[in-house]
């Protein structure tokens, strides 16, 4: 078997593949601009190969698919184990292509996945796969939990190890087999996936892995042998999915963003040295480039000179630079491209008539590298292009209310509905606040997903 190492292959059927076709994928350093290096670009015909052997996996009878759910969640934590064993070259190679901040992604990227897995086996040994309920009419019927076969899952670049671990965690646990399309900008800790899932005894065909673009992305989700789509993404692409699931009755799980508000309550304790921490996780992690980020910094009148004040000077504290230098908090954004749209959206706030309070430009001091300075905008109307559009960069946009009323109205005034924070000294306020917006979850003086403990007994 040839070693992950040697990324010449794809991981499919547990083994090392040569590719079907010629086609390379190059990674660019966001950080120098020079070339990481370059992997197959997936075909039609690899996709066909990984999803042969998932299918495979799902219905041999000694396969995944017939598997209990310990053994599952036995297979599930020694993954889990080999991945702590990688930990350090995961968060080394995330950051190394997508400007992940080093010590964001030794926190979240080498850790993440391996809590996933960890909480989902443990949901597979709790849940009753199997049991019989008594019927109405006397009888009685055998109720159980099936998996819904193979998935074919597409990762993003901006956390490609968490966002895959959400999809394949809790697959895994149900007995799904998966085809794993990482994004072409982030390929290398794929390979050291493939590593640990191997080393960890994964049956042959449980997890494949073919990078590739977005035509490979859209063949993935239109083959006709896939149970399941899992996505993380635009909402264009995710609108195109969806329209592709819907003609085919495939079931599909869509994250396609958010632009999240993060209301400051007019009780909030803005010292920085307190809370100023909890305040970068919540708005500005990642170089900005986080789905659930509260971008819309939502602050009572009486206090909005005090609140842009405040996020003003954090955002000028915050050290900017290569994101494999552990001391750096905002990283380059992933790519060229990522970089001219986050400045697109600069222009567009200044020309609405929204002000400058922070940033607004590229770092004078980083002449190589695709870097924007951490920007705060002043003066923001919420119907302006910077409020309602996901930028997906260091950009936060500061908006006034006029009562809670006011601020949970602003908040749902938008097309996203992901995340969200509130903050406040007033613990019940704040969730009574949390209650009336309209969204997946909100944190209160923080947010970052946290999955409940499981139950004891």
């Known amino acids: 078997m040839t070693s992950a190492t040697d990324q010449n292959t794809f991981f499919i059927g547990g083994e090392y593949r040569k590719p079907e076709g010629s086609g390379r994928i190059t990674v660019i350093s966001p950080n120098t601009e020079q070339a990481l290096g370059s992997v197959p670009d997936g075909t039609d015909a690899d996709i066909d190969a990984a999803v042969a052997a998932a299918r495979r996996a799902f219905t041999d009878a000694d396969g995944w698919g017939g598997w209990t759910a310990d053994q599952r969640a036995s297979a599930m934590e020694r993954l889990a184990d080999e991945l702590d064993k990688r930990a350090g070259d995961l968060a080394q190679a995330v950051s190394a292509q997508n400007g992940m901040p080093i010590a964001v992604a030794q926190q979240l990227e080498a850790v993440f996945p391996q809590l996933l897995l960890r909480y989902y086996a443990g949901l597979a040994r709790e849940h009753a796969f199997e049991e019989?309920?008594?019927?109405?009419?006397?009888?009685?019927?055998?109720?159980?939990?099936?998996?819904?076969?193979?998935?074919?899952?597409?990762?993003?670049?901006?956390?490609p190890q968490a966002l895959a671990a959400f999809k394949y965690a809790p697959g895994l646990a149900a007995g799904c087999t998966f085809v794993l399309k990482p994004s072409p900008e982030t390929v290398f800790d794929a390979y050291i996936f493939a590593d640990a899932v191997a080393a960890a005894g994964i049956p042959e065909g449980v997890i494949n892995i073919v990078p590739g673009g977005r035509e490979l992305g859209a063949y993935l989700v239109s083959h006709p042998d896939i149970d399941k789509?899992?996505?993380?993404?635009?909402?264009?692409?995710?609108?195109?999915?969806?329209?592709?699931?819907?003609?085919?009755?495939?079931?599909?799980?869509?994250?396609?963003?958010?632009k999240s508000a993060a209301i400051i309550l007019d009780d909030a304790d803005l010292d920085l040295a307190k809370v100023g921490e909890q305040i970068f996780g919540a708005t500005l992690l990642n170089n900005g480039q986080t789905c659930f980020l509260g971008t819309r910094i939502l602050a009572p009148r009486s206090r909005y000179d005090e609140v842009v004040e405040t996020f003003a000077g954090l955002a000028g504290s915050l050290q900017v630079g290569s994101a494999l230098e552990p001391t750096t908090q905002i990283g380059p954004m992933a790519t060229s491209r990522q970089r001219d749209r986050v400045e697109s959206y600069i222009a567009k706030g200044k020309g609405d008539g929204a002000k400058i309070a922070a940033g607004g430009g590229r770092p004078q001091a980083l002449d190589q590298g695709w870097f924007v300075e951490p920007t705060i905008f002043a003066d923001v109307?919420?119907?302006?292009?910077?409020?309602?559009?996901?930028?997906?960069?260091?950009?936060?946009?500061?908006?006034?209310?006029?009562?809670?009323?006011?601020?949970?109205?602003?908040?749902?005034?938008?097309?996203?509905?992901?995340?969200?924070?509130?903050?406040?000294?007033?613990?019940?306020?704040?969730?009574?606040?949390?209650?009336?917006?309209?969204?997946?979850?909100?944190?209160?003086?923080?947010?970052?997903?946290?999955?409940?403990?499981?139950?004891?007994?």
């Open 132 to 159: 019989t309920r008594p019927g109405v009419l006397g009888g009685s019927t055998l109720v159980t939990s099936s998996p819904v076969g193979v998935v074919g899952a597409i990762v993003p670049w901006n956390f």
């Open 229 to 258: 789509v899992a996505f993380t993404g635009s909402s264009s692409a995710g609108r195109s999915i969806a329209e592709v699931c819907g003609r085919l009755l495939r079931p599909v799980t869509l994250e396609l963003g958010g």
């Open 381 to 457: 109307d919420n119907n302006y292009a910077i409020a309602q559009e996901e930028i997906f960069g260091p950009v936060l946009s500061v908006i006034a209310y006029d009562g809670d009323d006011d601020a949970v109205a602003i908040a749902n005034a938008s097309d996203y509905g992901l995340g969200g924070s509130v903050w406040t000294s007033d613990h019940d306020h704040g969730v009574a606040v949390a209650r009336r917006v309209v969204t997946g979850s909100l944190g209160i003086n923080a947010y970052l997903p946290d999955p409940p403990l499981l139950s004891e007994g």
